[in-house]
């Protein structure tokens, strides 16, 4: 579904990813850990189609498709979604809004009629209780003083009402407390475990995927994939350290 080969990336001009190669099949939630500054907001940053990112060699095909030759809409609109790491805030727009907006304009881009404010809700309703999440909540502005766990909470409803078929998640566990966690994890199963959609998770921790149940685990240490093993090479790391599993 996914392929990234020999993927270099400069940020003002300076090299972060130098020669990335990773394949996500349809099916496989595919865990991504590595030590603070490897890369990882990059790589994730760059398959969203983030300005200022210059990919200087490599390639990235997203179901078949060039997937940089595409604007970051017409990414979405194909069904990529990114979680951000840091969620921006949207003052003055409430997340009905911007979700309903959303998911019609990808709508509009597939074909596919819009959905009524009514439909609209009744989906949001749907989601937002998948994620325990009070739909007063919803009506709020997007991000706007919501606490870090909140604002990870509030990506993963609009995950489910955007319903992508690959998401790429970059640390959604940070700043979740334990029961948020879990709720969170049950969350990207209910809408992303399926044969035909695939995952991309970025993760420092264990205990998300204690939840989640990775297929496979990669280390990005360097700009690279250094090693792919299977759930029992996060639970290494976790024991050992990158140091230790790299050496
Ligand atoms: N806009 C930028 N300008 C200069 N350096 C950057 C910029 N963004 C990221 N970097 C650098 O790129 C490296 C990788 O960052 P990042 O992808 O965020 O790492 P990770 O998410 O793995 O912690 C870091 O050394 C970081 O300082
Ligand atoms: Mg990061």
Redesign the pocket.
């Known amino acids: 579904m996914l392929e990234i080969t020999n993927l270099h990336v400069s ?2 001009d ?1 090299p ?1 990813l130098k020669g990335l190669t990773l394949s996500v099949p349809a099916g496989e939630v595919h865990a991504v850990m ?12 760059v398959l969203g189609g983030k300005p ?1 990112y210059e990919v200087t060699a490599g390639s990235v095909t997203f179901r078949g498709e060039d997937l940089l030759a595409l604007e970051p809409h017409e990414r979405a609109a194909r069904g990529l979604f990114l979680g951000f ?1 840091y969620p921006v805030e949207i003052p003055g727009v409430s997340n009905v809004q911007f979700l309903r907006e959303a998911l019609n304009a990808q709508r509009k881009a597939r074909g596919e009629e819009p959905l009524s404010g009514g439909e609209f809700l009744k989906l949001a309703r749907e989601k937002a209780a998948l994620l325990k999440m009070d739909m007063e909540m919803l009506k709020r502005q997007v991000n706007v003083g919501f606490s870090g766990g909140e604002k990870k909470r509030a990506e993963m409803v609009q995950m489910g009402i955007l319903d992508p078929a690959f998401a790429v998640l ?2 959604t566990d940070s700043g979740l407390d334990i029961d948020a966690l879990r709720i969170v994890g049950a969350g990207i199963n209910a809408i992303m475990r399926s044969a035909d959609k695939a995952v991309l998770l ?1 993760t420092h921790y264990q205990r998300l995927l204690d939840v989640v149940a990775p297929d496979k685990v990669s280390v ?1 240490a360097d ?1 690279r994939i250094l090693e792919t093993g299977g759930p029992e090479l996060a639970l290494r790391l976790e024991a050992e350290g990158y140091d230790a599993v790299l050496a």
């Open positions: 940020v003002a300076k972060i590595g030590p603070n500054g490897a890369g990882k907001s990059t790589l994730a940053h200022g790491q970059d640390e970025i990005l700009g």
